[in-house]
Nanobody, 114 residues
Framework: VQLQASGGGLVQPGGSLRLSCAAS????????MGWYRQAPGKQRELVAT???????NYAGSVKGRFTISRDNAKNTVYLQMNSLKPEDTAVYYC?????????WGQGTQVTVSS
């Protein structure tokens, strides 16, 4: 399984960005796709996950600001990030977890700064 993420960049506080991650290869019909992030000097942390049956899980710090969605036909997951804060600055990693495997994308930088 390969994951290709895109959509990061530089945005001012209060702004929005949308991340996308497309999975290819042997993707099972039942899986969990999601986003994690890692800020400099910190451990990687969960941002949001979404199962194929639409169960979501969000970190408390992003609830109400970020929305995760997916297109199962395209094996693609999205992260709409609104009301961005400087503390959201991090490298964002796409993840796919399924039976027999846990896969990571290459990471995309999100910088929130004025």
């Amino acid at each position: 399984v390969q994951l290709q993420a895109s959509g990061g960049g530089l945005v001012q506080p209060g702004g929005s960005l949308r991340l996308s991650c497309a999975a290819s290869g042997s993707v099972f019909s039942i899986n969990v796709m999601g986003w994690y992030r890692q800020a400099p000097g910190k451990q990687r942390e969960l941002v949001a996950t979404l199962t194929t049956d639409s169960t979501t899980n969000y970190a408390g710090s992003v609830k109400g600001r970020f929305t995760i969605s997916r297109d199962n036909a395209k094996n693609t997951v999205y992260l709409q990030m609104n009301s961005l804060k400087p503390e959201d600055t991090a490298v964002y990693y796409c993840n796919l977890a399924q039976r027999y495997g846990n896969y990571w994308g290459q990471g995309t930088q999100v910088t929130v700064s004025s």
